[in-house]
């Protein structure tokens, strides 16, 4: 099966073991993985702000480059859902309209690609540590993903994984977290206080964006909470 | 106007600092949470309950023309008297009018968002009438001086303690702060007001075309005594309320109160269809309605907002927002807060003056997943923030937008880009991070930022390719 | 000279509300004429309200239960009498476990052969009343035109219970209801009020669902906000006895 895996830009600056861990196991399982290098935007910061001619720009130009692949698996939800529910609507009524919903059926979101898509749930991981779940507000409500992260932990050797007492959002959202910093923060030690009580030593997500937020607190605050991504947890061995 | 986003800054910090608040707020609605799944357990399909209501909804806003004619004769037919008011303006000095000639002295109020909408109750101490708000929770925060917290729930901002204080201090009358003793200081206190009172005024929850009746949802019993004993009614409606038939309310009147209140319906449903009959012994000898505009017609007419007219007022939304948990009701600054506060506002009353509300929010979509007419709420406040960059675009952040293309659509730039910030956050991290000189610093205020990897995934993709 | 000023002040308020009407009319129908109608939804994909609501059961014992499950949870009593004479022994037992000393009702044809004075000392609303004299009833009497299942309410109207105030001013709202009053579920109720009272409906009809109540201090519910604190439901079984 030919994907091509798009990497996003602030994986790739500043996770850049995420976006590693996603290509190693891709390959591991005997696929043909074509990197999309650029662009390294999706377009989604210009697009939430209300800048949809500007986010056009990287879009487009990713949009093309997503084409002809069997699958297309990009590296956080944010992105996916970006890609796959929003591009046909920011791309409507131009020339890029249908090439949006010829992409949009082959996107996923990495965790959901291996299980929905390939069928894999069990990648020979081992992890020996508590950990709890972050569902990212794309990939819950935009991508509808809910199973496939979990099906995934559940066969991840010695992985002990407890569910936290509500889902909520972490407050990143983009460019919210630095234009109302005083609410992001605040659903911030919301989501972290959530954590803690799990008991977990481990917040894990398949979206970094949601992880750097969790992590940017945990860190400030010195609580007791690590992040790691779901793919860097599948690929160790 | 950059003084309501001041405003809305200020207050949002203000009342997210607030710890205590905060907790407060936060266990109240994840009690309510609770009762509410129970309750929404008991339909046999509550996301097929969900479309029902979003199609008759629909269908009652594609046939609003229809809808409106019927049911103005039908009310008219039954003695009331139909008053329409295309802005907040008309409606309050149609009210303002009938109150002077009646020569009214005392008005008692059931809860209403849209006479808060248009600012009823200050037009109406300004002209020297007493009015008082009866629902509790309105009762209180008027008593406060304050606008509701929630558009349910108005005073679920206050601990018991503080509403004994306020009762003691106005009232003179509040031995405890057991929720149920003040309560009964507040019964004590009204019970005479609705008798003296010569004008009770009403919101309405719908509006019936098929029958010429409105329905008032509660669970007080304080609409009903409001609408039982003055001589004159008063009941302003929005247009959008106005649903063809009867049998509709038998879904809308359990999805109201479910999604609401965490309860399977409310205690009082009550239609009125005009002023006492003849063979009837008391009531109202004069219902007026009001049809308010105010800005619906706008809505109406806008391709991609009019389903906003679907929304019943339950207030769920607000409910599951992590915004409004956190930063409460009144940081908002407007008559409707939460997220559909946030996506009316810009449209109804200026996108200059309140596309703030719409940047407010991290999108979650907690707010389109509660709605019970499934409203795409956070999907409206995508469609806001993009109106507001073509009105008042800020240009600075296309220019931000612009050059990050640059560097994102080139692989050269990006490289440079990630090499040179990974080389110059160490004097970044010496020198300015975390002063007010920090250009991250909204961020770095008080969360850390990773650091950028000195080797980036497509260097090393390109180096192992 | 003040007469014609506020005369000619009312008919230029008139004209005025004339445009309102007419402007909000015209937005109206022209945002609608820029609206495609094939907009609304596909009713065939939709399901019927009755399998959406919460269900109900068939059997009338079942459809008792459910309504004495809501009423207990919703703080109500129900009672069921036997005859109309074991309706009456149990208000004259409340009477006494209350020490009602007047209460308030309406002259309708059951509640006339249950209550008699003097064991019971009456005000009757149905000729009007003086609503203070009503305020100090320590209980109010009616009786209604259906009991709802599906959710435990009782469904009256200002012209079948007394008028607006007696099922709410009085402290305790006691409401008498036979067995054949007893439907389903909110929809067969609706049916009811547009069936029995097409060609001229009472000014006021109400679903009771309880004591009142209120959840405003701190979101804790509270029973007995302004309407009644107590709500007493008596059906009668055979109420041909």
Redesign the interface.
Known sequence: MHVKLFIPCFVDLFYPETGKAMYKILKRLGLDVEVIESPACCGQPAFNTGYWDDAKVAAGKLLMQMRGADAVVIGSGSCGAMVKVFYPELFMGTEFEPIAKEVSPVCFEFCSFLVDKLGVTDLGARFPHKVTYHDGCHSLREMHIKEAPRLLLARVRDLEFIEMKETVCCGFGGTFSAKFPMISTAMDEVKCELAIQTGAEFVVSSDSSCLMQIQGIADRKKLPLKTIHLAEILNMQ | MKSNVKNF?AA??KS??DLTR?R?I?N?????EVTRNQKQA?????G??R??A??KK??AI?N??KN??LFTKKLES?GAKV????DAE?AR??IL?IIQEKKAKLIVKSKSMTSEEIHLNDTLTRAGFDTLE????EF?VQLRGEGPFHIV????H???GE?RELFQSKLGDAPSDD??A???V??RF??EK??KADIGITGANFAVAE?G?ISITE????A??V???PRTMITLVG?EKIIPR??D???F??MLATAG?GQ??????????????P?????PSE?HVI?L?NGR??V??D?VA?DLLRCIRCGNCLNVC??F???GGHSYGAAYCGPIGSVLMPIIAGIEQWYHLS????????C??ACPVKIDLHHHL?K???????TI?VWW??LA??I??L?????VL?RLM?KS?WFLQFFYVWSVKGTCLDP?Y??T?????????K????????KH? | MNYHRSQKKLFVNGIKNMNDKDHILNSIIDALKRKDKHQASDSALLKPIDQVLPSVPSEPEALIEMFRKNSDSLKAEFYIAKSKADAKDYLIHLKNQESWKKIASHKGSIVRQIIEPPDLPLYWTDDGYDVHELAKCDAGITECDALVAQTGSIMLTSRTAGGRALSVLPPHHIVIATRSQLVPDLPTALQIVRQRFSNNYPSMISFITGPSRTGDIERILVYGAHGPVKLTIIMIWNDQG
């Open positions: 800054k949002a910090l997210s600092s905060r407060l936060l109240a609605l994840r009690n309510f008991l339909f046999q399909d509550w097929a309950a479309e029902l979003a199609a629909w269908d594609l609003l023309d409106i004619e039954n008053h329409w008011a295309k008309s000095s149609i009018q009866t629902d509790l929770g209180i729930f108005p005073a679920m206050l601990t018991r509403i929720p149920e003040l309560t009964m507040a019964r009204l019970r609705y008798i029958t009746m669970n007080e019993g304080n009903r005594l609408s039982a004993l247009i009867l049998d309310l038998a879904l009147l359990p209140a399977l319906i409310s205690c009082y449903n009550t239609l009125y269809s005009g002023p006492r009959r063979d009837e012994p008391d009531g219902h049809l505009d017609t706008k109406l007419a391709p009019c992590p915004v948990r956190n930063i940047y407010a929010s991290s999108l979650c979509g907690a389109t997943e995508l806001n923030r993009r109106t507001a960059a073509k675009p952040q296309k937008f612009k990050f293309n560097f994102a659509c080139s692989p990006w990630s910030g991250a909204p961020w205020k008080t969360r850390e930022l990773p650091p950028i990897a080797e980036t995934f497509r260097e090393w993709y390109k390719e």
